[in-house]
């Protein structure tokens, strides 16, 4: 299945949407909540044809924010190694180098969920809520790409 690639870009390009968007507490125990921040996934697909859903996100960090990104990542794969998000199947972070073997700036996520659903619970777990907030503020262009295996 082919998906429209401009559309999915757009739909997960949040650092200034993001930024634009006010922000809500959760006044019963002082943290923020993020529903709000959520990206508009109602473009997608309800389903695959592997019934999964699966992304491969490319990052480019802000420059002198890398250490503060990795930490936000890193963040995310220790919450889901935890077992905390049964339903996200793969969550691989990576860093790009260059032909010198040094970091280019640029991250490619790979993430694996049973379902949309699951998708959308990823992004609300403490972990995904820390990357809405943050994100703007690390992230200088992001290209999120839904895909399916065959």
Known sequence: MLFNSLLLSS???????????????????????CEDLLPDASAFPDTTSSGKFMFF??????????????DVISNIDNFVKSGAEPDTLTHRSVRELGQDGNPTGFYTVIEEFTDKEAFITHLLSPAG???LREGPS?????????????
């Open 138 to 150: 690390l992230i200088a262009s992001q290209n999120l790409t839904l895909v399916d295996e065959f």
């Open 129 to 131: 809520c820390r990357l």
């Open 11 to 33: 739909l997960l390009l949040f650092p200034a949407w993001v930024a634009a968007i006010p922000r809500q507490y959760d006044v019963s125990n002082g943290t923020q909540s």
């Open 57 to 70: 996100i490319r990052v480019q960090v802000i420059e002198g924010k890398q250490a503060e990104l990795e």
